[in-house]
């Protein structure tokens, strides 16, 4: 099990990182754009990756090479909420191909994906911080090669913590 405590600290066997974490810090998650890391436990259900920035990558999850094209549907309105979807599209999303680095290599936690509740909150990631470890906006951000020897460490089935 994966821990991850407000404190900023992400722990896993032997491995600790520091991490960013939501900007209203960790509490239960009230609705879509709050800032809130959610409490709870979580599986890894899969990881996103920039092919362009990131040449190898060694986990038991399973891995989709970020297109050009992808999006993630941020809008309580749509059917398409906290989903995958290929731009463009009209629906209020995030794009997963950035200029910046912090998508390179992210990894979908299963909050509000079975049933998904329109507006409790989407796309809580595990992704590349800033050098700065800014907060973010309810996701767990890591240094990128922290994220790269977590992801080679963990097993299909672990999961994830956060208190």
Known sequence: MIIVKKDGY????????????????????????????????????KVFYRQDKIKKIKTKLKTIIIKKNFGWCDDPRSTFYNKLIKLPCKESHEKLYRADNTYDLLVVLNYNTNPIIKNKGSAIFIHVAKRSFNKTAGCIALIKKDLLILLASIKKNTKIKVQ
């Open 10 to 45: 992400l722990k896993y066997k032997n491995l600790k990182f520091r991490c960013s974490l939501g900007k209203a810090g960790v509490k239960k998650k009230l609705k879509e754009g709050d800032n809130i890391t959610p409490k709870g436990t979580f599986k890894l259900l």
